[in-house]
């Protein structure tokens, strides 16, 4: 069970999810696919939990509900023969900041206990702050039997005037990047890629996989 996860939105998740998808079934793996983006069936998906923006999971935020479908929809998987099974969450892993209820990342935290990974491929912001990486990754090892943690760096930075409104984007240069992964790397001590550096992400998940 691979799952993608993030430190917030727009960060390209789903992306990732479908470029793993594509490069699992170039090696012929029978590949199964939990969405949590409506478009999931279009793309092959065995099952669809869209709980991002306008949602139309209406479970009354039960925490249960949500475990037990994804448990179920993950056995479905099994069921069909799937070797691997992929899946992404929606926007953050956990909350910023306790400002107001929108911000609590609740349903993620019954979507990974749901879905359980054996290995996360978390996706990391220019921007975030190590601290709140640190946090993340330490609440994403608490919740599961977790084996591997792989980090993505997105390289988009987000343009703002002095007043904070965003008025376009960009992309970070080579040398901001090689730094930025320098950093992350020493400080976690796991491989640390670009976010379309999908060969080598793929290679690790299936080296780590078949040494255990």
């Known amino acids: 069970m691979i799952c993608v996860l993030g430190t917030s939105s727009n960060q390209g998740k789903y992306t990732v999810l479908l470029d793993l998808l ?8 029978n590949v199964g696919v939990v969405s949590t983006e409506p478009s999931g069936y279009l793309f092959g998906a065995d099952a669809v939990f869209p709980m991002g923006y306008n949602s139309t999971v209406e479970l009354e935020h039960d925490l249960y509900k ?3 479908i994804l448990n179920e929809a993950i056995w479905d998987c099994q069921l ?6 992929l899946t992404s969450c929606q926007s953050g ?6 400002c107001n209820l929108n911000q609590f990342a609740v349903n993620q935290y019954g979507f ?16 975030d702050e190590i601290e709140y990486i640190t946090r993340t990754i330490s ?10 943690i792989i980090i993505i760096l997105n390289t988009r930075v987000v343009k ?26 020493g400080k976690y001590c796991v491989n ?21």
Request: glycine share 10%; aromatic share 12%.
């Open 139 to 148: 609440f994403i090892r608490s919740l599961s039997n977790l084996q591997r």
């Open 112 to 127: 990974i206990q749901g879905v359980q990974p054996d290995a996360v491929v978390l996706v990391v912001n220019f921007w």
């Open 22 to 29: 594509r490069r699992f079934k170039i090696d012929k793996y």
């Open 93 to 98: 892993t956990i909350n910023y900041d306790i």
């Open 80 to 85: 069909r023969g799937r070797e691997v099974v």
């Open 192 to 212: 640390v890629y670009k976010i379309n550096d999908i060969e080598n992400v793929y290679n690790e998940l299936i080296g780590g996989f078949s040494n255990e």
């Open 160 to 185: 703002k005037t002095i007043g904070g409104i965003q008025y376009g984007e960009g992309y970070l240069n080579g040398e901001d990047i090689d730094e930025k992964v320098t950093e992350l790397r």
């Open 66 to 68: 949500y475990i037990a």
